[in-house]
């Protein structure tokens, strides 16, 4: 499931890449043909990138926490529940080959 995921994230972060390699084409392209200025088109690339950055960081943000929510809803032990089982383990073999008569 979590490699899912990752695919899926990843696949957007493949598409925002395609997306504002696009962009940069297309405003390049508009100030050859002087349909906008230099200035009027690095603003325009900039507001874009800027804006898909933002998106970014909230599609990232939203994947964690649905992620949490499935891991919760799964059952699956947190990192930290995880830990301290895996220290009450530790406890109770160290209590319990102290107690084993030799």
Avoid: C
Avoid at 53 to 75: T, Y
């Amino acid at each position: 499931m979590e490699d899912t995921l990752k695919n899926i994230f990843y696949q957007g972060l493949g598409m925002v890449a395609i997306a504002k390699d696009k962009v940069e084409k297309a405003v390049a392209e508009m100030v050859e043909r002087g349909k906008i200025t230099r200035e009027e088109g690095k603003k325009f690339y900039e507001d874009i990138t800027s804006e898909t950055s933002r998106a970014g960081s909230e599609f990232k943000d939203n994947m964690k926490e649905h992620f949490r929510e499935f891991l919760e809803k799964s059952g699956i032990p947190s990192r930290a529940e995880f830990d301290e089982l895996k220290a009450r383990v530790a406890a109770l073999e160290k209590e319990n080959s102290t107690n084993t008569p030799a």
